[in-house]
């Protein structure tokens, strides 16, 4: 079974939503607006985004960032958008840069967890490149038991290439993952995981560590 599986996401919908009640930071209500939507939901957002990017700057200015959310159905009013927007506004431009955005509102993880998580990304990166590729996924990832495998759905490559894309950015299905990408993922996950220890023990069994 998967990390980031249905019975997580449910679980972390309902810790999210009752979190909400209890903060007052912009960025961290936000944050459980997003996770009360699953694991997947910050990058959600981001593809939100991306296709609002239109010029390809990665950037977003105040209106773009209102209308996104607006989008994405998050429901905030427009001194607590302004507040936000301040806070990854840095140096006071009039925009904001999405990767550095998504990077922060990513739930934050022990360092014990992000260790187990880069310990998968390792075995994984069988080049050791620091990217994982279809190419590394041969013989560390068995697509024996994948259901559109078996029953002829899918050809070897493709369940590869599905299996990226879930660790994959939304807005950049290149078939690579880097270590960003896969941390990401991991944090969204990581966020319905009370303990390290559980966590841990998850991961280990997921990628065998």
Known sequence: QMPGTARHDQEMAIQAKRNLTKTTDPVERLRLRCLARGSAGIKGLGRVFR??????????????????????????????AQEIFRVFDKDGSGTIDFDEFLVTLRPPMSNARKEIVMQAFRKL??????????????GVYNVKHHPKYLNGD?????????????????YDKDGRVTTEEFLNYYAGVSASIDTDVYFIIMMKNAWKL
Not at 52 to 79: C, Q
Not at 132 to 138: F, G, H, K, M
Not at 156 to 170: G, H, I, R, T, Y
């Open 51 to 80: 296709i609002m990017d239109d010029d390809n700057s990665r950037t977003l200015d105040f209106k773009e960032f209102v209308k996104g959310l607006n989008d994405y159905a998050v429901m905030i009013n427009k001194e607590e």
């Open 125 to 138: 990166d069988k080049t050791g490149d620091g990217v994982i590729t279809i190419e590394d996924l041969r």
């Open 154 to 170: 899918w050809t070897e490559d493709q369940v590869f290439k599905a299996f990226l894309d879930n660790f994959d950015s939304p």
